[in-house]
């Protein structure tokens, strides 16, 4: 590794997801100690190199994930480490794509610390899916979080506005309720896994706020008129309550961001 977008894009273009945890904890290492640097101008490819498993489907064919049984807890697991996959490269897509003077160090730090909780998080539930006598790529998946990055990749804040402050954001919002569902089913396996993974998104939605407040400021743009605008021009579909204020507040992102764009203000416009 000559640098830590070098790095960032070794991970990209490596297609198995052991080999994306091991490099990203070995870059993340190397970061930390000084080893490497962040010169470098290694070009991301516009797609992350995947196994050849699991099927990629489009998202309207996908079935409703169950939360009773070893068949849903399979499915909710897979569809779970199939996100933290999606996510380890995403982390690394903006460390890779977004390299700039005008970023101080912390922004760099904030997406290495991304990069190796979810990484983690994948490694967590590929665990979980073991003890089921199953393996990642067993079940299909779909493809939408790789579309919201490709949709963002022209535009640092428009990235930081659609995947960790909306799309993160929204697991922060349906969490609590999965967990409660699942302790209804009598399921309790899944239950430490999301708990540690709820509390790292929370981290990570922070992260987002915090560094796009630092590039709207840098532009001179208002922040939450800037997010409204990029919903409604890049994501197009209202944000769906109900929310988890109470994490996202926890996050750095009040109201003020999400409630204008969300399902009933949009509705009651």
């Not at 962040?38 to 995947?50: I, K």
């Not at 169950?66 to 982390?91: F, K, Q, T, W």
């Not at 967590?124 to 199953?134: I, K, P, Q, S, V």
């Not at 922070?206 to 796009?212: K, Q, Y």
Request: aromatic letters at 6%.
């Amino acid at each position: 590794m000559t640098s830590l977008t070098a790095a960032g894009v070794a991970v990209l273009r490596e297609p198995r997801p052991a080999g994306k945890i091991g490099l990203t904890r070995e870059a993340a290492a190397a970061w930390r100690d000084g080893r490497i640097a962040l010169a470098g101008t290694a070009t991301p490819p516009d797609r992350p190199a995947r196994p050849e498993r699991p099927e990629l489907l489009p998202p309207n064919r996908m079935k409703r994930r169950g939360y009773g049984g070893a068949a849903g807890r399979a499915a909710l697991l897979h569809a779970l480490a199939h996100i933290e996959l999606n996510a380890i490269d995403l982390a690394w897509d903006i460390i890779a794509r977004f390299a700039s003077p005008d970023l101080p160090r912390a922004f760099y730090d904030d997406w290495v610390q991304v990069a190796v909780d979810e990484a983690d998080h994948f490694d967590l539930l590929e665990r979980l899916l073991a003890d089921l006598g199953l393996a990642y790529g067993d079940l299909p998946a779909h493809d939408g979080l790789w579309e919201a990055a490709m949709k963002t990749a022209h535009d640092l804040a428009a990235r930081l506005a659609i995947v960790p402050m909306t799309l993160e954001a929204r697991g922060c919002d349906t969490t609590p309720t999965t967990v409660l569902r699942l302790r209804r089913a009598g399921e309790t396996t899944a239950i430490a896994a999301l708990e540690t993974i709820y509390h790292d998104e929370i981290r990570h939605v922070a992260a987002g706020t915090r560094w796009f407040r630092h590039v709207c400021a840098q532009r001179g743009q208002d922040a939450p008129a800037l997010y409204h605008h990029l919903i409604r021009t890049i994501h197009r579909s209202p944000l769906k309550p109900p929310f988890n204020h109470q994490a996202r507040a926890e996050a750095g992102m009040g109201p003020e961001f999400y409630e204008p764009v969300g399902l009933e203000a949009v509705a009651g416009h």
